[in-house]
């Protein structure tokens, strides 16, 4: 019964199955599975002390009055009076009549939803809810569901009640032992109870229970696929390391590693030790230092007569980590190393290659050529790598830089070889959900800043006063020769949203703010050799202010910027707002964020002040993850992962206890055999309860 459509189990218009299966619920499953996102109160008021003014209430009294009126827009308005147990009278109003109350003789004792106000001395209520009795609809808690007309709660309500007891009908796929352990409910009965508790907690109960299993689903998935490649892959590239070249290594180094970057190293070449390919994600705050560990644990592969891919996002990061690798090695290896009778780092340039779009045709197929014959040791590039005509002799270790913005099938490219694979991601993402995102990968994080960064001092600019004080600052920090971020939402001018956008700012800065100043500006609908050529001119300093959309969010270093500016700050969440900040404050000057509210009403103000407090990326993310959801934030879709409903992300103890239990399950049963419940609901790609 759970697989029938609903076309042929409720009662409803063709309008609504269409709109239904535009929102992916076509059979009765679908739509028990479609949860409420909140409760809300509907115990009945029957006196006036009863009552919260300013809120929604349900009022519980006698509609003495009911009569039609007529606008002088022509259009019909009802008014009617309640009077409730104590006397107190409650002028209502409806914008439109209600179809209940069209035959209803007054008197009447009913019930009325709507938020109770009071206007010159006398109680009102305005376009309320009508109900004749007590129902699904009142009397209690009721559930309120997303919306999407002509779907509505009221309407989502009336089916989901009336089909409840085919929830029995769902087969538990958690085993046993965990309900127990756990104290969790059957799946039965969480269904039921996220729809209809009979009171809060067990809808508490409920989305824990429904939550747990969204994760311990997740976890079997990707630890079954961790521990699967383990024992199916062995290393190929299984080297030891000698600690005292680490040391030797480390001391040609122009500063002093932190120690996170140095226990995130030790990770990595104890990785390359074990019987398996390392899969391990290096996370770590926007300029934390996570290159200079990629190229470490390089140059400890390298000497052992293997190669090193690393792979950028961009042509401009791609050419940045280039120069950055030809300082590494001359530093490192001054003479050159010999394995194996073969010269591995002799002269720089010939030993580390970069491979990217704009490399010729000719220059290309010499490189590949090159790869192919293992002439070639560290090989940095973008998407340009990853074709099937870049054949590696040798390949060891890809490093991955911004791993979100390449797909699964992309990285599988580099790792096919049963490659050791270090991803690098700058986004703060707390260890919570970086354990289900990333569940298959081991974790290290850098969360220092190398030694002497300065923090980046971030104020909030909501009044033209301050706004003022900001553009002096900037033209001064601009007299004494530092560079400008300027950020806007939008590209062009919309309709649709109230926002700032790059062309008109662009104008609006170069001819009215700053016209004795060099303005440039970028965003994402340029192509990317343009975008590159305007990024390398702001690094040479051709220009001060350069306006951009987001498309800065992970790019070249400017040492000399010093300040960013963000316009409509209050549309971006933290984490993203502190991956803005980071493009600045990497040089000894002192840096400036100055966060532009677009909306002065905007409540987000508040939000935003955790930006002047903090410049912990980790810390932020927390917060975001509490205001806005991980949906939101990290836009969990494009990470692969199913549309969470229940999930608590903040619970750090519940999702451990997820993925404990879910790595004992596979301990004994890693092909899910004696768990078959479990087995299809891991292999299904639909239905996730």
């Known amino acids: 019964m759970l697989s029938s459509p609903l076309s042929g189990v409720i009662r409803t218009t063709k309008h609504h199955l269409s709109k239904l299966e535009s929102m992916g619920i076509v059979t009765v499953q679908d739509l028990l599975n479609f949860f409420p996102r909140a409760l809300e109160s509907t115990e009945p008021a029957s006196r006036s002390a009863e009552i919260t003014l300013g809120n929604k209430n349900t009022l519980d009294g006698t509609l003495q009055s009911f009569k039609k009126e007529r606008a002088k827009s022509g259009k019909y308005f009802a008014k009617g009076v309640m009077v409730l147990d104590d006397g107190t009278s409650i002028d209502v109003i409806w914008f439109q009549i209600p179809y209940s109350l069209k035959s209803v003789n007054m008197p009447r004792r009913l019930f009325l939803i709507g938020k109770v106000e009071r206007d010159y001395g006398k109680l009102k209520i305005l376009n309320p809810e009508v109900h004749l009795e007590t129902n699904v609809h009142v009397g209690g808690i009721r559930p309120i569901y997303p919306e999407s007309p002509p779907i509505t709660a009221k309407w989502l309500r009336e089916k ?17 032992e965990i309900i127990k352990a756990e104290n969790l409910m059957d799946l039965p009965t969480a269904i039921k109870k996220i729809h ?30 961790k521990f699967n490649r383990e ?19 480390l001391a040609t180094l122009p500063f002093t590693l932190t120690n996170q970057q140095k226990k995130s190293l030790l990770d990595v070449l104890e990785d390359f030790k074990k019987d398996r390919s390392m899969h391990r994600l290096l996370q770590g705050d926007v300029g934390s230092g996570k290159t200079i560990v990629a190229f470490l644990a390089g140059l400890h592969l390298v000497r052992q007569g293997f190669q090193v891919a690393i792979l950028a996002p961009t042509e401009i990061l791609a050419q ?101 694979v270090l991803a690098m991601t700058a986004t703060p993402i707390p260890r919570s959900l970086a354990l289900t995102i990333y569940g298959d990968q081991d974790l290290s994080i850098i969360a220092e800043k190398p030694a002497g960064r300065k923090e980046i001092i971030t104020r909030i600019v909501a009044d033209s006063k301050t706004e003022t004080l900001c553009y002096r600052f900037i033209e001064d920090q601009i007299t004494k020769g530092r560079q400008i971020f300027w950020v806007c939402p939008l590209v062009e001018e919309s309709e649709a949203i109230e926002a700032k956008n790059v062309l008109a700012e662009y104008v609006r800065i170069n001819e009215q703010l700053f016209p004795n100043r060099r303005v440039e500006y970028l965003h994402g609908k340029m192509k990317p050799n343009e975008k590159d050529g305007i990024m390398q001119r702001f690094k040479n300093h051709e220009f001060d202010i ?71 990326g980790f810390y932020l993310s927390e917060i975001d ?39 004992k399950v596979l301990e004994k049963d890693l092909t899910l055999e004696n768990h078959p419940r479990l087995k299809r609901r891991i292999e299904s790609e639909t239905d996730y309860f």
């Not at 989901?160 to 046993?176: C, H, R, V, Y």
């Not at 024992?231 to 290594?249: A, C, L, T, W």
């Not at 280039?322 to 002269?347: A, N, Q």
Request: hydrophobic share 35%.
């Open 231 to 249: 024992q199916s892959h062995k290393n190929p590239y299984r080297v030891d390391f000698d600690p005292e070249q680490i040391k030797k290594d």
């Open 625 to 663: 993850l509490k205001l806005r959801g991980s949906g939101e934030v990290y836009g969990l879709k494009q990470s692969g992962l199913p549309d969470l409903k229940c999930a608590d992300f903040t619970d750090v103890e519940g999702m451990q206890k997820a993925r404990d239990w879910a790595t």
């Open 196 to 225: 209809f508790p009979g009171n809060k907690e067990e809808w508490f109960e409920a989305k824990r229970r429904l939550g747990f299993q969204e994760i311990f689903e997740i976890q079997v998935r990707v630890l079954q696929a």
């Open 546 to 616: 350069l306006v951009s959309t987001s498309v800065i969010e992970v790019g070249v270093d400017i040492p000399n910027s010093t300040v960013m500016v963000i316009e409509n700050s209050e549309r971006f969440g933290l984490a993203q707002l502190h991956q803005f900040r980071g493009r600045i404050g990497r040089n000894d000057y002192q840096s400036y964020c100055f966060l532009m509210v677009g909306d002065k009403k905007d409540k987000s103000k508040e939000r935003l002040k955790a930006m002047e407090k903090s410049n912990d």
């Open 160 to 176: 989901i009640s009336g089909m409840l007891t085919l929830a029995n009908e769902f087969k538990d796929p958690l085993p046993p």
């Open 320 to 420: 940045q980590h280039y120069i950055s690798l030809i300082e590494f090695v001359k530093r490192t290896l001054p003479e050159g190393l010999e394995h194996e009778d073969e010269l591995l780092i002799g002269d720089c340039t010939e030993q580390c290659a970069l491979l990217t779009g704009s490399v010729t045709a000719k220059n290309k197929k010499l490189t590949k050529e090159r790869l192919r014959l293992g002439k070639i040791k560290f090989l940095i590039g973008t998407h340009a790598i990853l074709t099937h005509d870049t054949v590696f002799n040798n390949l060891a270790l890809a490093v991955i830089d911004e791993q979100h913005r390449f797909g699964v099938q992309q990285r599988a490219l580099l790792a096919e070889n049963h490659a050791h």
